[in-house]
């Protein structure tokens, strides 16, 4: 990937819960149209990351500077900052009193004060490349997990981001519901929207990223392409990690 | 039973059901609006306020209706205060009700999810936006049966206005006791003219209840 310009910057980032050190001493560069995979063992850090990306998260100490502006000072408008940043949850988070087409006009309407007609265009444009376009006047309860966040998704691009963020999105979902999600982002990526992803889907991680950054114990320890951390990993800590799923791999083959 | 005597005296418990309900009306009014106010200042910890709300929401929950009514109608004149009786009932009434409704609205509030909340601030909403679009509509729903619960309560509460020389229903059937001896028929008037208010509004309130709920979170519909 060339070196496009820079999105997201975070230099020396130190979050704390408390005593509790969650990530230290984090540096790491997000540049426009890039796809970073944040991996790591559970309750590394890789989540609360992504969350201070757009301040859901407060940190202790470091900076973090988005669109040449640093987003971590005092007096920070952090609804402004969040048009921007998209995110995507683990448990979906659409808003039940609302229609589908409701949850993603939310935002458009209320938030940036478009034009009803053409927010609305948009955001059927958008449901309809991801497959829901009938859903549009349902309610989030009639509709499975993997359609669910695939509308939460269309939610985040409907605010026309600059940077999303996708947080664990398929971790709550039935196996065969995953890969429709996942196609969903793979499309996106395609289309060169920049893009963090926390997961623990490997084999997506490896097709999707133009690099991998691997936190255990709160600290960045590897950033690779995905062939590199995938074939060569850098640290003991991510070679055992990466074990850890290809047993699950060589001991399915050895039974069939 | 004296049914002539029930047919002579039934326009007076008429009017006084009117002068009931008026006050109950407003009473109930204001307790929502209290209560919304309140419940809000508290969920937003907003600074010394919300400190304010939590001791009126004890004062008001741990002292009865009929003492508050007499310390307004009756205590307050003697330091040069006058509040007309009227006044003092609904007063009186959004006084108590103000912190039930407080205490249902609250319930509502903290049923609202933090993700939700996250949710919600990821696409941009200001604090104001999230509680107009996405905490006021969701903590309503889930807050509707107490609040209607509490508005029922309010209303019965009102038969104590007699207390304060108001021409309310309970004060009329106390009237025509003294005047007539018919306590049969006047308490019978009594117990009939409550249950011809409450029971509908009861009726009414569980399918507006039924209605909030199912329009909400979106249930598909019956077919």
Partial sequence: MAE?????????LTKKYGDVTALEGIDLDIREGEVTVILGPSGCGKSTL???MNGLEKIAQGQIEFDGRVITAEGTKWPEIRQKIGMVFQSYELFPHMTILENILLGPLKVQKRERAEAQQQAETLLDRVGLLHRKDSYPRELSGGQKQRVAIVRALCMRPQLMLFDE???ALDPEMVREVLDVMLELAKQGMTM?????????ARAVADR????DEGKITEISTPEEFFTHPKTERAQ????IFHFETDDFRKEV | MDFEFIARHAGQFVQAAGLTLNLAFWGILLSLLIGLMCSLLIYFRVRVFSRVAKIYIELSRNTPLLIQLFFLFYGLPKIGVMISAQACAVIGLSFLGGSYMAESFRSGFEAVGKTQLEAGMSIGLTRRQLTRYIILPQAFSVSIPSLTANAIFLLKETSIFSAIALADLMFVAKDLIGMYYKTFEALSMLV???LIILLPLSIL???VERRVRYAEFGHTSAV
């Fill in chain 1, 169 to 171: 999105v398929t971790a």
């Fill in chain 2, 192 to 194: 009939a003219s409550y």
């Fill in chain 1, 240 to 243: 055992r990690f990466l074990n």
């Fill in chain 1, 50 to 52: 992504l969350r201070c």
């Fill in chain 1, 196 to 204: 963090a992803i926390v997961t623990h889907e490997m084999e997506f």
């Fill in chain 2, 205 to 207: 309130l569980r399918w």
């Fill in chain 1, 4 to 12: 496009n310009k820079t999105i997201l910057r975070i230099s020396g």
């Fill in chain 1, 212 to 215: 991998i950054i691997f936190i």
